[in-house]
C-alpha cells in the first residue's frame, strides 16, 4: 500500500472506498471485542494482546483479516487460509466478501483469549 501511515487513524484515513467502510467496521469490532493496543508495524495496523495478534492490511483490490493464531480460528471461519509454517492464518476479503461486525468481533475474541493463555506467538520455542 505504500510508506507505513503514522498512526491507526491514519492508516484507516488514507484508505478510500469500500476498503475505508470495511477497514473501518473490522477495526470497530475488534476493538470493542477485547482490550487490544493498536499499532502500525511492518505497514500493516496490527492488535496486540500479550504480543502480535491481530492485523489488517489492506491492499491494491482487497483487504487481508490475519490472524497469529489463525490455525486455531478456522473452526470459526473455514474461510480462514494458513499463512506460513507457524500458526498464521488469513481472511481474504474482496469488495464482495461478506463479514459482520459480529463475526469480526467473535474471531477477535477468540483471538485475544488464545494469544492471553497460550502466550506471546512472536515467541518461538
Not at 493498536?38 to 491481530?54: D, R, S, Y
Request: hydrophobic content about 45%.
Amino acid at each position: 500500500m505504500g510508506p507505513a501511515a503514522e498512526s491507526p487513524d491514519a492508516y484507516i484515513a488514507a484508505l478510500l472506498g469500500w476498503q475505508r467502510k470495511r477497514c473501518e467496521m473490522m477495526r470497530a469490532a475488534i476493538m470493542a471485542a477485547a482490550p487490544f493496543d493498536e499499532t502500525i508495524k511492518w505497514t500493516n495496523l496490527v492488535f496486540m494482546a500479550n504480543g502480535p495478534c491481530i492485523l489488517i492490511r489492506a491492499e491494491e483490490h482487497r483487504v487481508l483479516l490475519g490472524f497469529w493464531r489463525g490455525k486455531r480460528l478456522r473452526e470459526f471461519d473455514a474461510r480462514i487460509k494458513a499463512s506460513g509454517k507457524y500458526e498464521l492464518g488469513n481472511l481474504v476479503m474482496t469488495e464482495g466478501t461478506e463479514v459482520t461486525a459480529e463475526a469480526v468481533a467473535r474471531l477477535a475474541a477468540e483471538a485475544y483469549r488464545l494469544n492471553l493463555e497460550l502466550g506471546n506467538p512472536a515467541r518461538r520455542t
